[in-house]
């Protein structure tokens, strides 16, 4: 039985994780982006976690404010979850509304 190498290797491979990094971002000082394109409620991942009565930020947790984001941050526990908001695509920078989270600083009339 002979195969091709386009059964062997999927079209598309999904993750079971949403990779992230930082760069310079048009919004404002360094954003959160993707290099993987993210479906419309695909859990993106854990942007801060409350103990002892601090709040620590995790790589996902330097997203930028925007009045039309494409992320939602979501309370699970002692746990904020990031999750896409619509499709989101590679490149493209995460951000979530600050006025949705109280504890962060307010947006500015000058922000975005």
């Known amino acids: 039985m002979k195969f091709k190498i386009e059964d062997m290797i999927p079209v598309e491979i999904k993750l079971d994780y949403i990779p992230v ?18 479906e419309k409620d695909d859990f993106i991942g854990v ?6 009565g601090f709040w620590y930020m995790t790589t996902h947790g330097n997203y930028n404010h925007s009045k039309n984001p494409n992320c939602v941050i979501e309370c699970d ?25 109280s504890f962060l600083e307010q947006p500015q009339d000058d922000w975005i």
């Open 21 to 38: 990094y930082h760069s310079s971002s048009e919004i404002n000082g360094i954003g959160v982006f993707t290099p993987v394109n993210i």
């Open 47 to 52: 942007s801060h976690s409350f103990y002892k």
């Open 77 to 101: 526990g002692n746990l904020l979850i990031m999750k896409a908001k619509h499709n989101i695509r590679r490149g493209e920078e995460l951000t979530a509304d600050y006025t949705e989270q």
